[in-house]
């Protein structure tokens, strides 16, 4: 969706690299310290952003290259979600989502047709991010032009945070876990080809013959390792890719989907072994844009129906609970698609709950009305306890979608997806 949390990322993670290890790791309420998305985005200031690219027009889509690092902008993340069932029938659903935060802007100018924040042009290409010293694509030193600087392995303006989460539906549990690591020395990272994110031992990553990834991650007695296909063919939202987030020049971001990859693989759960077999969500999106002053998050879904469409909707939310901007893609079962009519819709909580840990309440289910498309959409979180209590708090989890598709003749349609909700506790510094 929008920033996605990773335009957070920068102070945050250079804390945390300040104070702790190269590679930090965390888990529910264990976290250091929490920051909310509207408090750090409300007191960004938009001078931090000179120098790097912004989203401006459409560009041509270039692949493999765009699987890749794009480190002229300053935030970008690469993110999975999925609902598996196991053999015996058991439901869960997973999240593992690599963010990258630049802490400068690249020292050599942007690609051509890019617009800086200064509005330099550009004429190189944008490199790899492997992290591995010494080798073509590791990450430029941190250093300006001019400046004497060691060659170091460890320099790096490229800081990297993932989130991975676990849902075990009909055991009613929900869990969280984090890392930080700075993108050298092999740490983490990110590269086109052959593709491969990781940070530490989670990964994502190109099998041989580049058909499909191998997803691995584990924490405690937790662990998935699966398998995905391509499914559906790559969605491009907004304007052929530029997805605006509101009016103002550059409040937008690059961003592509494949919103139905056929997965299977196994889970490991406190030493049992599960077989497991379902569909995955990739989302994959890059800028350098800011909330606007009175915009405190923003709500995200990513429905699957049963009648083979997607749904992707968003939108940014004022403090006042209202709309500040929204938008969205309606994939058909043949993979076509295009832009959400968004005329008139309404976003209708229905229910609400509180955490016990946080006192944050969040929607518990709502309905979704897009009557320019004749659709209605039912959402009911599946565990209630879906929250993220890390460095940043949030709620992102597995729902239950009923649709009212009149407008396509199908009638009444099940559904499944995943909501992330943002912004919904004010939390104003780190505690």
């Known amino acids: 969706m929008t920033s996605r949390l990773s335009t957070l990322l920068a102070p945050l993670l250079a804390l945390a690299l300040a104070c702790s290890p190269p590679d930090r790791h965390a888990s529910g309420p264990a976290a250091a310290g929490r920051l909310s998305v509207s408090a750090s985005l409300g007191a960004s200031d ?14 041509t889509f270039i692949f493999p290259q765009d699987l890749g690092p794009h480190p002229a902008f300053k935030t970008e ?19 593992l989502t690599f963010f990258r935060s630049a802490l400068a802007p690249p020292p050599t100018p942007r690609p051509k047709g890019e617009a800086s924040t200064t509005g330099a042009p550009s004429q190189r290409s944008e490199p790899d991010q492997s992290g591995a010293p010494g080798t073509p694509g590791a990450p430029a030193e941190l250093s300006e032009p001019g400046e004497l600087s060691e060659p170091s392995s460890w320099r790096t303006r490229q800081l990297y945070m993932a989130h991975f989460a676990l849902t075990d539906v009909d055991g009613a549990d929900f869990r969280s876990f984090e890392r930080f690591s700075r993108g050298a020395a092999g740490l983490s990272g990110a590269r086109s080809d052959p ?24 924490e405690g007695s937790i662990q998935i390792e699966l398998t995905l296909e391509p499914g559906k063919p790559r969605v491009l939202h907004g304007d052929r890719g530029l997805s605006r987030k509101g009016e103002a020049s550059g409040a937008a971001s690059y961003y592509y989907s494949r919103t139905r990859m056929p997965t299977r693989g196994h889970l490991i759960l406190g030493g049992e072994v599960l077989d497991v077999e379902g569909s995955s969500w990739f989302d994959r999106e890059w800028s350098t844009s800011l909330l606007a002053p009175d915009e405190v998050g923003w709500d995200w879904l990513g429905a699957q129906l049963d009648d083979g469409r997607e749904l992707m909707f968003f939108r940014l939310r004022r403090r006042d ?12 079962a043949d993979g076509g698609s295009r832009a959400l009519a968004t005329q008139g819709v309404e976003f209708t909580r229905r229910n609400s709950w509180t955490s016990p840990e946080t006192g944050i309440t969040y929607p518990a289910g709502f309905r979704l009305e897009l009557p320019a498309e004749q659709l209605s959409l039912e959402v009911v979180p599946l565990v209630p306890d879906q929250e993220l209590r890390l460095s940043f708090v949030y709620w992102e989890g597995v729902v239950a979608i009923s649709c009212s598709c009149s407008g396509s003749g199908s009638g009444s349609v099940a559904g499944r997806g995943f909501l992330e909700m943002t912004g919904y506790g004010e939390r104003a510094s780190l505690r």
Do not use: C, K, M, N
């Not at 931090?48 to 912004?54: I, P, S, Y």
């Not at 058909?211 to 584990?218: C, D, I, K, N, V």
């Open 46 to 59: 938009s001078s931090d952003l000179e120098g790097f690219a912004t989203a401006i027009e459409p560009r």
């Open 77 to 95: 993340w690469w993110y999975w979600i999925g609902h598996l069932r196991a053999q015996d029938g058991r439901r869960f659903g997973y999240q």
């Open 195 to 218: 593709f491969r994110v990781w940070l530490d031992d989670w990964s994502v990553q190109a099998t041989e013959s580049g058909e499909q990834w191998l997803l691995r991650a584990a």
């Open 321 to 332: 609970g209202t709309s500040a901007w929204v938008d969205g893609t309606l994939i058909e």
